[in-house]
């Protein structure tokens, strides 16, 4: 049933009234987005025509849109191309999603700056949904903001549900988009026109979002950005027509002149536009030549709907059977235990009840298996890639990838055999594990991901199958064409798309010398950490596992510097049960042996890495919010628990407690007087050594009043360096800048170190910087007395201490103290470097 209705859009600003043809932009003056009119504004706030809920509001503040309960929906857009001002002088003074009065202030904004740095201050209000109006007031008017401008033609639909095309998804290949500013009002309204022309419902998808391709709000929604990879998918009798003009219109950038458009993919970067290098994150050391090879995957095509749920489940009961299987054969053919492990992984994931019951529920509700399989999996991994946690996020791309596999199985669909060149550069958005896996390693020289992170089982896989491999690229790294010579150096981070014949003879050479030196580091790696003056320093391992713990005796570590207990309460639905962890513990403890430390880490849980079994409130900026021992002390049952087996399982003489994220003295009292009273009833009387991360620049910078307190600090490198630069330690843009070698960390380092000797408490370092071998003389330098590394560098670590000279690296030290920035300290450092082992074994 359809109702007429009359409503009044008011005056959004104070200013002159125009007619959408003195618009100088043709998609607006020709009404492609909608009807309205145009405003050159007298006033600076921008306030809504009518009340509704913000449908979209534009990151960069310039471009606003509200629906009202009708269906009704307007766009505000101040000025024309005001999206190139990246956010600079608007105020948002409301959020998306928020409800929102007639006549409320929406944006703030300078009209001076607009003036003078855009195209046009002009601004314009539309109707978007299309309704009829009659204008209130005269063109040429001046008006008050709040007055009514238009009268608005409603007609509101009553139980018309549009019909929804059914059927079998097609999808088209994923592109980058090239629109300097994503798709922001103009294109995206190209883009909504040319795709109502086609009977097909066609949504368009960013990463795991999507939208109507034929709503521009939902498409400005998106909120796109230059370089995103994008995909559409269509269903309906003109759903591939549909996809092959929308796009090549995507393609051309959908009315907006973009760079050449032979080249698909963007420019590159303004950073990297001069250069013929791309830059990543090394994920994999060592170094390559070779040709690009862009791997990509075809999209499946899945039917959403089944008729019969029972054969649906028995297919998907067949398909998890068969994955599991093809798992094991992974498993029973790995060339390392890192590797089988992740397919163990993979197992596990096949069995999760949550995902099951998911999948199931959604068969018994008529879903094809294939369709309820694919939907389970990826909306967890949403979930996952959502919680702001570097290693859930890691594990979404798992079970993405462990999706694929049971998918593939269910639809038959086999991988055929990729025809790689020799010398193989493998370009993609992601690898995942099981394809990094099954690489051919005679044909595969190297890969570089646009996406990924350096602790990804991928970059595991890799280091294990000895490929140099680069992630977090970018997505101009997708443009590269096939066959282009190019030289991975992943130490560096870098693909030289031009590369130097001096520089691919030079790495070359290197490369051999680092697999001489790392057989030979192999061999010494039981004797001492001393240097050539006779300075002694620990080297002790960073282990999550009994597994590490073995392996890391078998390389020489002189104990245990960080012990993250924290794998024994992870993907799993409960606490581990006092007896459990006791069993653990003590297995570890023996490991290690009473000659040396074992350093247990008290649970670092928390915002960033959530516990099923411990209901915590969502986290807006969880690496800023309840972690580690803070969370620890909200519940302190869960840390009394872990405290009392710590102490029942390990020789109290080389046991060692840290506690992690400690950033007030209070903190480390209250544990501390829990770890006191779980000793008394355990009747231990002489407790063991308790001391605390050094993570949080706030405890560097009081270090002198933590030193008298506890028996150590072991300085975790990785989050100091994430708290003191303001920079997220995953973050893929900032991964060149977020580097432990900063100046600004080395100083904390050395403060924390001198306050710690003064009080007779030693210090280790336990991040990541210290398994870099180009760090050790600084960090000996300073005057630290542990360095806790990641197991397989133990040998290169210790062969490092030993070849320096201690009085030097003193001086050395206190030399880059004095230096501006982290690439200063580097280039510093790096003419003292020997060609070291860099390879984990
Ligand atoms: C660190 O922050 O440097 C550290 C060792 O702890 P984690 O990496 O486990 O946060
Ligand atoms: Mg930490």
Same mark, same amino acid.
């Given at each position: 049933?359809?109702?007429?209705?009359?409503?009044?859009?008011?005056?959004?600003?104070?200013?002159?009234?125009?007619?959408?043809?003195?618009?100088?932009?043709?998609?607006?003056?020709?009404?492609?987005?909608?009807?309205?009119?145009?405003?050159?504004?007298?006033?600076?706030?921008?306030?809504?025509?009518?009340?509704?809920?913000?449908?979209?509001?534009?990151?960069?503040?310039?471009?606003?849109?509200?629906?009202?309960?009708?269906?009704?929906?307007?766009?505000?857009?101040?000025?024309?191309?005001?999206?190139?001002?990246?956010?600079?002088?608007?105020?948002?003074?409301?959020?998306?999603?928020?409800?929102?009065?007639?006549?409320?202030?929406?944006?703030?904004?300078?009209?001076?700056?607009?003036?003078?740095?855009?195209?046009?201050?002009?601004?314009?209000?539309?109707?978007?949904?299309?309704?009829?109006?009659?204008?209130?007031?005269?063109?040429?008017?001046?008006?008050?903001?709040?007055?009514?401008?238009?009268?608005?033609?409603?007609?509101?639909?009553?139980?018309?549900?549009?019909?929804?095309?059914?059927?079998?998804?097609?999808?088209?290949?994923?592109?980058?988009?090239?629109?300097?500013?994503?798709?922001?009002?103009?294109?995206?309204?190209?883009?909504?026109?040319?795709?109502?022309?086609?009977?097909?419902?066609?949504?368009?998808?960013?990463?795991?979002?999507?939208?109507?391709?034929?709503?521009?709000?939902?498409?400005?929604?998106?909120?796109?950005?230059?370089?995103?990879?994008?995909?559409?998918?269509?269903?309906?009798?003109?759903?591939?027509?549909?996809?092959?003009?929308?796009?090549?219109?995507?393609?051309?950038?959908?009315?907006?002149?973009?760079?050449?458009?032979?080249?698909?993919?963007?420019?590159?970067?303004?950073?990297?536009?001069?250069?013929?290098?791309?830059?990543?994150?090394?994920?994999?050391?060592?170094?390559?030549?070779?040709?690009?090879?862009? +791997?990509? !995957? &075809? /999209?499946?095509? @899945?039917? %959403?709907?089944? #008729?019969? $749920?029972?054969?649906?489940? =028995?297919?998907?009961?067949?398909?998890?059977?068969?994955?599991?299987?093809?798992?094991?054969?992974?498993?029973?053919?790995?060339?390392?235990?890192?590797?089988?492990?992740?397919?163990?992984?993979?197992?596990?994931?096949?069995?999760?009840?949550?995902?099951?019951?998911?999948?199931?529920?959604?068969?018994?509700?008529?879903?094809?298996?294939?369709?309820?399989?694919?939907?389970?999996?990826?909306?967890?991994?949403?979930?996952?890639?959502?919680?702001?946690?570097?290693?859930?996020?890691?594990?979404?791309?798992?079970?993405?990838?462990?999706?694929?596999?049971?998918?593939?199985?269910?639809?038959?669909?086999?991988?055929?055999?990729?025809? +790689?060149? !020799? &010398? /193989?550069?493998? @370009?993609? %958005?992601?690898? #995942?594990? $099981?394809?990094?896996?099954? =690489?051919?390693?005679?044909?595969?020289?190297?890969?570089?991901?646009?996406?990924?992170?350096?602790?990804?089982?991928?970059?595991?896989?890799?280091?294990?199958?000895?490929?140099?491999?680069?992630?977090?690229?970018?997505?101009?790294?997708?443009?590269?064409?096939?066959?282009?010579?190019?030289?991975?150096?992943?130490?560096?981070?870098?693909?030289?798309?031009?590369?130097?014949?001096?520089?691919?003879?030079?790495?070359?050479?290197?490369?051999?010398?680092?697999?001489?030196?790392?057989?030979?580091?192999?061999?010494?790696?039981?004797?001492?950490?001393?240097?050539?003056?006779?300075?002694?320093?620990?080297?002790?391992?960073?282990?999550?596992?009994?597994?590490? /713990?073995?392996?890391?005796?078998?390389?020489?570590?002189?104990?245990?510097?960080?012990?993250?207990?924290?794998?024994?309460?992870?993907?799993?639905?409960?606490?581990?049960?006092?007896?459990?962890?006791?069993?653990?513990?003590?297995?570890?403890?023996?490991?290690?042996?009473?000659?040396?430390?074992?350093?247990?880490?008290?649970?670092?849980?928390?915002?960033?890495?959530?516990?099923?079994?411990?209901?915590?409130?969502?986290?807006?900026?969880?690496?800023?919010?309840?972690?580690?021992?803070?969370?620890?002390?909200?519940?302190?049952?869960?840390?009394?628990?872990?405290?009392?087996?710590?102490?029942?399982?390990?020789?109290?003489?080389?046991?060692?407690?840290?506690?992690?994220?400690?950033?007030?003295?209070?903190?480390?009292?209250?544990?501390?007087?829990?770890?006191?009273?779980?000793?008394?009833?355990?009747?231990?009387?002489?407790?063991?050594?308790?001391?605390?991360?050094?993570?949080?620049?706030?405890?560097?910078?009081?270090?002198?009043?933590?030193?008298?307190?506890?028996?150590?600090?072991?300085?975790?490198?990785?989050?100091?360096?994430?708290?003191?630069?303001?920079?997220?330690?995953?973050?893929?843009?900032?991964?060149?800048?977020?580097?432990?070698?900063?100046?600004?960390?080395?100083?904390?380092?050395?403060?924390?170190?001198?306050?710690?000797?003064?009080?007779?408490?030693?210090?280790?370092?336990?991040?990541?910087?210290?398994?870099?071998?180009?760090?050790?003389?600084?960090?000996?330098?300073?005057?630290?007395?542990?360095?806790?590394?990641?197991?397989?560098?133990?040998?290169?670590?210790?062969?490092?201490?030993?070849?320096?000279?201690?009085?030097?690296?003193?001086?050395?030290?206190?030399?880059?103290?004095?230096?501006?920035?982290?690439?200063?300290?580097?280039?510093?450092?790096?003419?003292?470097?020997?060609?070291?082992?860099?390879?984990?074994?």
């Amino acid at each position: 049933m359809v109702t007429s209705q009359q409503l009044q859009l008011l005056a959004p600003l104070s200013g002159v009234l125009m007619a959408l043809e003195n618009m100088p932009d043709p998609v607006f003056s020709s009404r492609l987005i909608g009807d309205g009119l145009c405003i050159d504004p007298t006033s600076q706030v921008l306030c809504a025509p009518l009340a509704g809920v913000i449908s979209n509001l534009q990151h960069t503040g310039h471009a606003i849109s509200i629906t009202a309960a009708s269906g009704a929906q307007v766009l505000l857009h101040i000025g024309l191309d005001t999206v190139n001002l990246g956010g600079k002088g608007f105020t948002p003074l409301v959020e998306e999603g928020q409800q929102v009065a007639a006549g409320q202030a929406l944006i703030e904004f300078d009209a001076d700056f607009i003036a003078l740095n855009a195209r046009s201050l002009l601004t314009l209000m539309l109707v978007v949904s299309g309704e009829s109006f009659v204008p209130l007031v005269q063109e040429g008017d001046l008006v008050e903001s709040g007055q009514p401008l238009l009268a608005l033609h409603v007609e509101v639909e009553t139980q018309v549900m549009a019909e929804q095309q059914t059927g079998a998804a097609q999808c088209s290949a994923p592109q980058i988009l090239p629109n300097p500013n994503g798709l922001h009002a103009r294109p995206a309204a190209v883009l909504a026109q040319a795709a109502k022309g086609f009977a097909a419902t066609i949504l368009l998808h960013k990463q795991d979002a999507s939208a109507n391709a034929k709503s521009l709000v939902a498409i400005m929604a998106l909120q796109t950005v230059y370089g995103d990879r994008v995909y559409l998918s269509a269903v309906g009798a003109d759903a591939g027509p549909a996809l092959k003009v929308l796009s090549e219109l995507l393609a051309s950038g959908c009315g907006e002149t973009v760079a050449d458009e032979e080249v698909q993919a963007p420019p590159v970067l303004p950073e990297q536009a001069a250069a013929d290098v791309l830059r990543g994150v090394c994920a994999s050391p060592g170094s390559a030549f070779g040709q690009v090879f862009q +791997l990509s !995957e &075809n /999209a499946l095509q @899945i039917d %959403e709907l089944a #008729t019969d $749920s029972s054969q649906e489940n =028995l297919r998907l009961k067949q398909g998890l059977t068969e994955a599991t299987t093809a798992l094991q054969v992974l498993c029973d053919n790995a060339a390392s235990k890192a590797q089988a492990d992740i397919f163990k992984a993979h197992q596990e994931l096949l069995e999760d009840p949550g995902l099951l019951e998911q999948a199931f529920a959604l068969i018994e509700q008529g879903k094809s298996a294939a369709f309820a399989w694919q939907s389970a999996t990826q909306e967890t991994a949403t979930l996952f890639k959502g919680l702001g946690n570097r290693l859930l996020a890691e594990r979404a791309l798992d079970l993405q990838d462990v999706g694929q596999r049971v998918l593939k199985l269910m639809l038959g669909v086999q991988d055929s055999p990729l025809e +790689l060149p !020799e &010398n /193989a550069i493998l @370009i993609a %958005e992601q690898l #995942t594990p $099981s394809q990094t896996a099954a =690489l051919d390693t005679c044909k595969v020289a190297g890969f570089a991901t646009a996406g990924g992170g350096a602790t990804s089982h991928v970059a595991i896989l890799a280091r294990a199958l000895g490929l140099p491999a680069i992630c977090a690229m970018g997505p101009q790294v997708l443009a590269l064409a096939n066959s282009t010579q190019v030289l991975l150096d992943a130490d560096s981070g870098v693909l030289h798309l031009q590369p130097d014949p001096e520089r691919i003879k030079q790495l070359d050479t290197q490369r051999e010398q680092q697999r001489q030196r790392q057989q030979q580091d192999l061999q010494h790696a039981a004797l001492a950490a001393c240097t050539r003056d006779g300075q002694q320093i620990e080297v002790s391992a960073n282990i999550a596992s009994l597994a590490e /713990a073995e392996q890391a005796v078998s390389l020489g570590a002189q104990g245990v510097g960080l012990l993250r207990s924290e794998f024994l309460y992870l993907e799993r639905n409960n606490a581990p049960s006092h007896d459990e962890q006791v069993a653990t513990y003590s297995a570890i403890a023996r490991t290690v042996g009473t000659g040396h430390n074992l350093v247990v880490r008290t649970l670092d849980v928390g915002g960033d890495k959530p516990l099923a079994y411990v209901p915590m409130d969502h986290e807006t900026n969880p690496f800023l919010g309840m972690r580690g021992i803070r969370l620890c002390l909200e519940r302190p049952q869960l840390l009394r628990e872990q405290l009392s087996a710590i102490l029942a399982s390990a020789d109290l003489t080389r046991l060692h407690i840290m506690l992690p994220m400690v950033t007030q003295l209070s903190e480390l009292r209250m544990a501390g007087q829990l770890l006191e009273e779980q000793a008394q009833a355990l009747g231990i009387k002489t407790l063991p050594k308790l001391g605390i991360m050094i993570e949080v620049p706030a405890a560097a910078l009081m270090a002198d009043l933590f030193a008298p307190e506890v028996d150590f600090f072991s300085i975790g490198t990785n989050d100091l360096t994430q708290y003191t630069l303001a920079m997220d330690r995953d973050h893929p843009r900032l991964a060149g800048q977020a580097d432990s070698f900063h100046p600004a960390v080395l100083r904390l380092i050395a403060s924390t170190v001198k306050a710690a000797h003064a009080h007779g408490k030693w210090v280790g370092v336990c991040g990541a910087l210290a398994s870099e071998t180009l760090a050790v003389p600084v960090l000996l330098g300073l005057g630290v007395d542990e360095l806790s590394v990641s197991v397989p560098l133990i040998p290169a670590i210790k062969a490092r201490v030993r070849e320096l000279d201690f009085a030097a690296c003193q001086t050395l030290a206190q030399q880059m103290l004095g230096l501006e920035s982290a690439e200063q300290v580097r280039t510093a450092l790096k003419p003292l470097q020997q060609p070291l082992t860099v390879l984990e074994y």
